[in-house]
């Protein structure tokens, strides 16, 4: 009887062995597109969508400090941003989950600084996965590492390990809620550059998102270092060279926003003296704001989007178009029409 239960006593012990080290994910180090890599460059053209409290206030980077009854749409019409998106000829959208002021899209069980808590309880993340599976266009989604209202004070330490574990929570109701609709193609990191790399679990956000959605592609924003410096933040592309070392590993493509590639632009780089395939994701505004802004009507021209549009798309990279919906809830026309008329010079 006893033999019986050490048997199964080291059988658990292994068993438990065995499943922590298969929740670590990892890229394969190669010098050539993986699967999930080769369907993003595919896709190639996208809209990314920042919609949220700061919609309401005129400003890019609130603080936390807004009273969430500010946020206040007149709806959320997410089948029109999602159309708006298909009628450019994009194959997906990237919606602004949670920007560097905390206030999330989704009901969040772990804040009260929600969509639940405002006049309009729509689901935004929700609304807009349905209406993506509705038109067959990819869910992309965007979450700010860095929180003003959660995590303030990112320089004390002892902090590190309570936010670390409110991000994993989120990102898992975030998974959930979207997985319910298909799958997420990306999910794009912000705000990193407030602590080294090594502050940020970026192991462990990998494997959550990759246990529950295999292909999704992950970037977190600057992504490259120096050799001697891999924090080194603002590094532009066309000073990124082969070889250099990948600021937050693991991740499978590189940011830097609003910058685009360089020429020739190099996408072999290292980590523990692997190589990885990366390609670059260019973001850039339709105007000049991220989020809407009431004076914010200056746009860019057509021949500056086409001239934008084969730079940022050539090399196996891929482009991401901003348009931000208005306080009504809405994409604006003047955004939707341009799109339109890109697509049909690009003959897309």
């Not at 298909?182 to 990191?189: C, D, Y």
Request: with cysteine.
């Amino acid at each position: 009887m006893r033999n019986n239960f050490i048997l199964v006593l080291l059988l658990s012990i292994a068993l438990q062995t065995t499943n922590s080290q298969q929740q670590n994910f990892e890229p394969l180090a190669s010098e050539n597109p993986s699967k999930g890599q080769l369907q993003q460059i595919n896709r190639k053209y996208g809209m990314f969508i920042h919609f949220g409290i700061n919609t309401f206030h005129n400003e890019e980077w609130t603080d936390g400090s807004k009273p969430v009854e500010s946020y206040n749409p007149e709806k959320i019409d997410a089948e029109q941003w999602v159309l708006t998106a298909k009628n450019a000829g994009m194959k997906y959208v990237i919606l602004v989950c949670k920007h560097h002021e905390g206030f999330c899209l989704w009901d969040s069980k772990y804040t009260t600084y929600d969509v639940a808590s405002s006049s309009n309880k729509t689901n935004v993340v929700e609304a807009v996965a349905k209406a993506c599976k509705k038109h067959k266009i990819g869910l992309g989604l965007y979450y700010s590492l860095w929180d003003r209202k959660e995590n303030p004070d990112v320089w004390n330490d002892k902090q590190d390990k309570l936010y670390d574990e409110y991000m994993i929570k989120q990102l898992d109701e975030l998974l959930d809620i979207a997985g319910k609709y298909g799958k997420v193609v990306e999910f794009w990191f912000d705000g990193s550059w407030l602590k080294p790399n090594n502050r940020w679990p970026v192991q462990d956000i990998y494997n959550t998102i990759k246990k529950k959605q295999p292909l999704c592609q992950i970037g977190i924003n600057w992504s490259i270092g120096l050799p001697d410096n891999v924090d080194k933040q603002g590094l532009q592309p066309q000073d990124q060279k082969n070889g250099y070392p990948i600021r937050f590993f693991p991740s499978d493509f590189r940011l830097g926003d609003p910058c685009l590639p360089g020429n020739p632009d190099p996408k072999h780089f290292s980590h523990n003296e692997k190589s990885y395939y990366m390609p670059w994701e260019s973001t850039v505004c339709m105007s000049n704001k991220w989020f809407y802004h009431t004076q914010d009507t200056t746009y860019k021209s057509i021949d500056e989007l086409v001239q934008l549009y084969k730079r940022a798309t050539a090399q196996d990279n891929i482009l991401i178009i901003n348009c931000p919906p208005n306080r009504k809830g809405m994409m604006r026309e003047k955004d939707a029409a341009l799109l339109v008329k890109l697509r049909k010079r690009l003959k897309l």
